[in-house]
């Protein structure tokens, strides 16, 4: 069987990544490895579960450009989930995260989503199963 066991997301400053994916949404560093001038650079969730989150560096020209036009149009660069929307959107908002969208109901797939700015060229939407 395969599995996923890390997935990323393209960052444009690593340090400011780390900060905002620590300390603020509340993940635990996992690896961090000098690669090239950056870091491979993962998060995990508190407990232990789930798959790593690489902050991937946007060094490339062509990866900006794809990073801004997600940007710029509106679309989440990954989802992430938690098991209460409402609660994390107060808890965000009280630390200064800006939202586009505050939750609401997605009638036909059964979840309520929420989409934030992770201050590092992505919007990120936040889910909860209803």
């Known amino acids: 069987m395969i599995r996923i066991n890390i997935t990323s ?33 993962t998060v995990k969730n508190e407990d232990g579960s789930g798959v790593d989150l690489f902050l991937e560096p946007a060094g490339y020209e062509f990866a900006q450009v794809y990073q801004k036009a997600l940007f710029d149009n509106g679309v989440a660069a990954t989802s992430l989930g938690c098991d209460d929307i409402d609660a994390e959107y107060e808890r965000l908002k009280g630390l200064g995260v800006p939202f586009r969208t505050p939750p609401k109901a997605e009638d036909e797939t059964g979840f309520r989503f929420a989409v934030f700015e992770d201050g590092c060229g992505n919007l990120i939407m936040l889910t909860q199963e209803t």
């Open 9 to 41: 997301v393209m960052v444009d400053d690593q340090a400011k990544a780390e900060r905002f994916y620590t300390e603020v949404l509340g993940f635990e560093k996992n690896l961090d490895i000098p690669v090239h001038g950056a870091r491979f650079l």
